[in-house]
């Protein structure tokens, strides 16, 4: 089951104030980015979050799982608690980098 356009509103909804939210699809699914960061990894409308140290305290005691296939575990985000989801956005932000532009080279595009 791919993830639905309601349920990506209700996303950005839940964490609304958190920074410039905008979402990508992708082969079906989506990946939800904060201030050009990409956080979210939302599969079947569930909310995918790469393991970090920065949220293992927060994250504590969360399920787990893989996205797709192949993919490492992650964390699964309840959007439920807007309190835990803009608290993991926060600690996450200072620590994913903005993903570099690659030309159709493959060489990185010079800001």
Same mark, same amino acid.
């Not at 349920?7 to 104030?17: A, M, S």
């Not at 979050?49 to 994250?59: E, F, P």
């Not at 799982?65 to 192949?70: A, D, I, L, S, V």
């Given at each position: 089951?791919? @993830? @639905? &356009?309601?349920?990506?509103?209700?996303?950005?909804? &839940?964490?609304?104030?958190? +920074?410039? !939210?905008?979402?990508?699809? *992708?082969?079906?699914?989506? *990946?939800?980015?904060? #201030?050009?960061?990409?956080?979210?990894?939302?599969?079947? #409308?569930?909310?995918?979050?790469? *393991?970090?140290?920065? !949220?293992?305290?927060?994250?504590?005691?969360?399920?787990?799982?893989?996205?797709? #296939?192949?993919? %490492?575990?992650?964390?699964?985000?309840? /959007?439920?608690?807007?309190?835990?989801? /803009?608290?993991? !956005?926060?600690? /996450? /932000?200072?620590?994913?980098?903005?993903?570099? %532009?690659? @030309? %159709? @080279? +493959?060489?990185? %595009?010079?800001?």
């Amino acid at each position: 089951m791919a @993830t @639905t &356009q309601d349920y990506i509103d209700f996303i950005t909804d &839940q964490i609304e104030g958190s +920074g410039e !939210i905008r979402s990508r699809k *992708m082969f079906g699914e989506y *990946m939800v980015y904060v #201030n050009d960061r990409p956080l979210l990894l939302v599969c079947d #409308n569930t909310v995918y979050i790469k *393991m970090h140290d920065a !949220i293992t305290s927060v994250m504590k005691g969360c399920p787990t799982g893989h996205p797709y #296939n192949g993919a %490492k575990e992650h964390y699964i985000l309840d /959007l439920e608690d807007r309190e835990k989801a /803009l608290a993991v !956005i926060s600690a /996450l /932000l200072p620590v994913i980098p903005i993903p570099v %532009k690659k @030309t %159709k @080279t +493959g060489k990185e %595009k010079k800001a």
